[in-house]
């Protein structure tokens, strides 16, 4: 099982709580997370794309750092780990973007991949000027299809001559090119998403309820697993999830009972509203579940494993046998104390990561 790092470029990590551990974003800390990840024989990095915070006083994602340019600095003072950046679509035009994907694979050669994002959150782009409106939430993964096809035929062939429906290319050129295959990954959730990252992708990075449910990922794998069928691809999933751990259960729940307690409820409602835009959301998508969660609040959804070291490395070894699942990334509460636990206690007690671990 591949594991990798949904590292902390935005302030409060992964938890909408004001008694949260306070991240704030620096090329310092991510930097730090990814070189110890790469001590510890992970297998990926990944940076978001968030434009605009949450309101409410946890200031959750309020400062971020940029995606693409942090990597490029990452890739520099890394030497073995995969890097992925994100970006999102609206913002640029795709020969750009492949031009720099382009330059960091020549700072780290073989190591980079493009995270696509679509975009849900209208008020990111809007305060730019860029939402194109609504209807763009219908027809999203029909803009990132033409946005990924100009890409990939400017790293295998140097030119797009694409005419679509999005976008016009005449002529357009692209040297030098990468070093080989540039991966993409994305996070579609809804079947159509899954359909996109199915035709084009090499990974889809999925969500799914629940705490300390090894079983819970089967259903969201199984969806991704029949979009892939549909095209022959071979894609993979890889579940996003949150680890928050510590020498007992007691003492690890302990923690995330004073995060509860801080649960930013103006934060969430914020969440929920910029997702409720989407008015012809899918059933039981994210954007639709996310406008329930007022009911029942928590600092956040990500799928979390909660307890002791040992219960935790069981834990992973049980979601490392789920059908159609190549991997896992991880969040933690605390992201330098969270990779050190992982990396110290947690991966040498795991059966599936035996013959893992640390690299120098
Ligand atoms: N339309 C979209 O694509 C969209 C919309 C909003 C948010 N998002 C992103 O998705 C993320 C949240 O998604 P997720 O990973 O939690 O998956 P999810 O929304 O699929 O949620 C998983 C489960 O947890 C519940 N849940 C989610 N957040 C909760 C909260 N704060 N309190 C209580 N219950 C909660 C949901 O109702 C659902 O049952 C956010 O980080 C947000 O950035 C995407
Ligand atoms: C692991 C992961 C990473 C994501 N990264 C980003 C991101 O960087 N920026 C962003 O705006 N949305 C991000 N998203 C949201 C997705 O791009 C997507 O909007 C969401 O998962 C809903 O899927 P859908 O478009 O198929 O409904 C991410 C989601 C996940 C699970
Ligand atoms: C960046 C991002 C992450 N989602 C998640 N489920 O963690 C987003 O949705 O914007």
Not at 89 to 106: E, G, K
Not at 183 to 195: C, F, L, T, Y
Request: hydrophobic share 40%.
């Amino acid at each position: 099982m591949k594991i990798g790092v949904f590292i902390p470029i935005g302030s409060r990590g992964w938890l909408i709580s004001t008694t949260s551990p306070k991240t704030m974003p620096s090329f310092d800390l991510n930097r730090t997370v990814v070189q110890r990840a790469e001590h510890y024989g992970l297998d990926f990095a990944l940076s978001m794309i968030k434009l605009r915070g949450y309101t409410g006083p946890s200031e959750y994602w309020v400062h971020n750092l940029e995606s693409f340019t942090l990597m490029a600095g990452i890739a520099a003072v890394t030497r073995r780990i995969q890097l992925f950046a994100s970006v999102a679509v609206l913002t640029m035009p795709p020969p750009l973007v492949a031009r720099m994907a382009v330059t960091i694979d020549s700072i780290a050669p073989g190591r980079f991949g493009v995270n696509i994002v679509t975009g849900w959150q209208p008020k990111e782009y809007q305060q730019m000027g860029l939402w194109p409106g609504d209807a763009h939430f219908a027809r999203r993964y029909d803009y990132v299809s033409e946005y990924v096809q100009i890409m990939q035929e400017l790293w295998t062939k140097g030119r797009s001559d694409l005419k679509g429906d999005f976008f016009q290319m005449d002529d357009c050129l692209l040297s030098p090119q990468p070093s080989g295959h540039i991966p993409i990954v994305g996070a579609g959730q809804s079947d159509r998403g899954m359909r996109f990252v199915a035709e084009y992708g090499d990974y889809n990075f999925v969500g799914a309820p629940g705490l300390n449910a090894p079983q819970a990922p089967r259903a969201v794998l199984d969806r991704v697993g029949a979009a892939v069928a549909a095209t022959g691809r071979d894609v993979g999933a890889l579940l996003l999830l949150m680890i928050i751990a510590d020498e007992t259960d007691e003492a690890a729940f302990a923690k995330w009972d004073h995060y509860k307690a801080g649960t930013d409820l103006e934060a969430l409602q914020w969440q929920a509203t910029q997702a409720g835009a989407d008015s012809k959301a899918q059933e039981g998508s994210t954007a639709s579940n996310l406008m329930s969660v007022i009911q029942d609040p928590q600092p956040t959804g990500i799928f979390k494993l909660i307890g002791s070291y040992a219960s935790i490395a069981r834990m992973l070894d049980e979601i490392a046998t789920l059908p159609g699942l190549k991997g896992v990334m991880l969040t933690f509460d605390d992201f330098i104390i969270g990779m050190e636990q992982f990396g110290e206690h947690i991966q040498p007690l795991m059966k599936s990561r035996q013959g893992s671990g640390v690299t120098e």
